[in-house]
C-alpha cells in the first residue's frame, strides 16, 4: 500500500494546511490519473460492475419527485436510523437507540472523519494498524493528534506488538473489520486483546466496518458494539454503499454510546450537516431487505 507520509509539504501548493500537505493528494487521485493516462484496469476503489438493487433506486427516484427536495434532519432520517437500529439487531443481536446512537453521514469517509475530529485532542495519540485507508493518518493529524502505527504480521495482528503501541497519551484505536485490502477478519481473540487494552488506557475504539457483509470462507464479522468492554467506548462506522454496490449515494452511519454519538454529531454538523433525505429513505428500505441482498 502506498504511504503518503513522504512527501513534504514542498511538493503541494503553499495554501495547503501544515497538517495535511505531508500527505498531498488521496492515492486513490493518484492511481485514479495512473489508470486514465495508462488505460488500465482500476483496482484502487471499489467500483462494483452493478448497480445495485432497482428496488431501491426507483424508491429514491420517486421521493426526488414527490420531495420536499430540502434539507433533511441533520442526524439523519428517522426511517434511517431506526432501519440501522433493526439491522443491528438482526444481525449481531445489539440492542441500539436509533435516536440518541445512531448518526447518518456522508459516506463512512465523512463519518470516521467526524469521529477522529470529534474525539481527537491535540497530542493524544492514535493507534493506526497498517495497511490502511489513506484518511486515517490524515485526520489524525489534522486533528493535532499523533499516529502511532501497527503493522499486520502475516495478516495477523500481533499482540506484543499491539501491547507496546498503547501508552499514557493513547485516545484511540482504528480497526478495519474487514481489513482492507489484506481481507483480514479479525478473530475475537484479537479483538478482546482490544477491548483489554482500551479498558487498561482508558481509550476508544473506533470500528470503519463498510465491509462488514463481504465475507467468504465462512467466516462471520464480529462488530466491536458486540465485544465485551467495547459497547459504551467504541464508535462503528460503516455505510450502505458497499452492501448494495451504490458507492456514489455515499450514505454511511456512526453508531456510538450517547456520550460518544454527541462528539461525532457536534463535528458533522460542521462538516456536512445532512445527507440527501432521499436517498436515506431509499436505503432505509434496503437495509430490510431478505439476506441474500447482502
Known amino acids: 500500500m502506498a504511504d503518503n507520509r513522504s512527501r513534504t509539504s514542498a511538493d503541494f501548493d503553499s495554501a495547503v494546511c501544515m497538517a495535511l500537505a ?8 493518484d492511481i485514479t490519473a495512473l489508470v486514465r493516462d495508462c488505460g488500465a484496469v482500476n483496482l484502487s476503489q471499489g467500483f462494483p460492475d452493478v448497480d445495485g438493487p432497482l428496488e431501491i433506486r426507483e424508491l429514491a427516484a420517486r421521493e426526488i419527485l ?26 449481531y443481536g445489539v440492542e441500539v437507540c436509533p435516536e440518541t446512537e445512531v448518526t447518518v453521514t456522508g ?17 493524544d495519540e492514535v493507534v493506526l494498524i497498517e495497511p490502511f485507508y489513506d ?3 490524515a485526520m489524525v493529524c489534522r486533528a493535532g493528534a499523533i499516529p502511532v502505527y501497527v503493522p499486520l504480521r502475516n495478516n495477523r495482528l500481533d499482540a506484543d506488538d499491539l501491547a507496546t503501541a498503547f501508552g499514557p497519551k493513547t485516545r484511540a484505536i482504528v480497526i478495519n473489520n474487514p481489513q482492507n485490502p489484506c481481507g483480514h477478519v479479525y478473530s475475537r481473540a484479537e479483538l478482546d486483546a482490544v477491548a483489554d487494552l482500551c479498558s487498561q488506557y482508558d481509550a476508544i475504539a473506533i470500528g470503519d466496518e463498510v465491509y462488514e457483509h463481504i465475507l467468504f470462507d465462512g467466516r462471520t464479522h464480529t462488530t466491536l458494539l458486540a465485544v465485551q468492554g467495547l459497547r459504551e ?29 454527541a462528539a461525532v454529531r457536534a463535528a458533522h454538523q460542521f462538516i456536512a450537516y ?12 434496503g437495509i430490510a431487505m431478505p439476506d441474500n441482498y447482502y
Open 22 to 29: 505531508p500527505f498531498g493528494t488521496s492515492i486513490f487521485t
Open 107 to 123: 459516506g463512512a469517509t465523512e463519518g470516521l472523519a467526524a469521529t477522529l475530529l470529534g474525539l481527537l485532542n491535540p497530542g
Open 274 to 285: 445532512c445527507i440527501p433525505g432521499m436517498f436515506q429513505t431509499a436505503m432505509a428500505a
Open 66 to 91: 414527490r420531495g420536499p427536495n430540502q434539507y433533511a434532519p441533520p442526524d439523519g432520517v428517522p426511517a434511517f436510523r431506526h432501519a440501522v437500529a433493526a439491522k443491528m439487531r438482526r444481525f
Open 135 to 137: 484518511l486515517y493518518p
Open 233 to 261: 467506548r467504541s464508535v462503528v462506522v460503516s455505510s450502505t454503499a458497499k452492501t448494495f454496490s451504490m458507492t456514489g449515494w455515499k450514505t454511511g452511519y456512526a453508531i456510538a454510546s450517547p456520550r460518544l454519538t
